[in-house]
T-cell receptor
Framework: QQPVQSPQAVILREGEDAVINCSSS?????VHWYRQKHGEAPVFLMI?????EQKGHDKISASFNEKKQQSSLYLTASQLSYSGTYFCGTEGRNYGQNFVFGPGTRLSVLP | DGGITQSPKYLFRKEGQNVTLSCEQNLNHDAMYWYRQDPGQGLRLIYYSQIVNDFQKGDIAEGYSVSREKKESFPLTVTSAQKNPTAFYLCASSARGAGELFFGEGSRLTVL
């Protein structure tokens, strides 16, 4: 039931790009992306609702392929502040289904 | 300011004692959630509630209990039946439908 994320960890130099993938075995209503800094609560990045939808937030964007039950998060020209653990969260198609998170992808951006 | 308040932030308890973690929100959200996070791990769902007086078990509900008597409040009790309760506990809420989750700052429970 928990979505799968890949890769588990990635190390970048400042200015490089990264892609984080999230896939689920169940039909999805929505996919959320969150970033968590060490010892802090997760912070919302974006939510995707429709098949094929793409969204952007500064240099962070995401896509959602409803048919494949997959989402990808794209980080462009990464900054030091992007470091943290990224979680995708998925909500099932039927209203009232629970909201579950993937295991997370640890991103480290080095100067 | 609207938000979610969790208390206490840090809690130490002896093995075998029940503890209750508080979660209060003033966002007028219908849905509330409790997650557990272990070091280096993701967030695992303990319980969730979509509406007052109703709640469902998540993936790891054993050893935990909740109540939802008021819309604003969703306390979590960690009972003595929970085998390994030491963890970081996060409460979250969302508006009905596919809304973003708002998180509290978390409660770190250590069982000695």
């Amino acid at each position: 039931q928990q979505p799968v994320q890949s890769p588990q960890a990635v190390i970048l130099r400042e200015g490089e790009d990264a892609v984080i993938n999230c896939s689920s075995s169940k039909a999805l209503y929505s996919v959320h992306w969150y970033r968590q800094k060490h010892g802090e609560a997760p912070v919302f990045l974006m939510i995707l609702l429709k098949g094929g939808e793409q969204k952007g937030h500064d240099k962070i964007s995401a896509s959602f392929n409803e048919k494949k039950q997959q989402s990808s998060l794209y980080l462009t020209a990464s900054q030091l502040s992007y470091s943290g653990t990224y979680f995708c969260g998925t909500e099932g198609r039927n209203y009232g289904q629970n909201f579950v998170f993937g295991p997370g992808t640890r991103l480290s951006v080095l100067p | 300011d609207g938000g979610i308040t969790q208390s206490p932030k840090y809690l130490f308890r002896k093995e075998g004692q029940n503890v209750t973690l508080s979660c209060e929100q003033n966002l007028n959200h219908d849905a509330m959630y409790w997650y557990r996070q272990d070091p280096g791990q993701g967030l695992r769902l303990i319980y969730y509630s979509q509406i007052v007086n109703d709640f469902q078990k998540g993936d790891i509900a054993e050893g935990y209990s909740v109540s939802r008597e008021k819309k604003e409040s969703f306390p979590l009790t960690v009972t003595s039946a929970q085998k390994n309760p030491t963890a970081f506990y996060l409460c979250a809420s969302s508006a009905r439908g596919a809304g973003e989750l708002f998180f509290g700052e978390g409660s770190r429970l250590t069982v000695l």
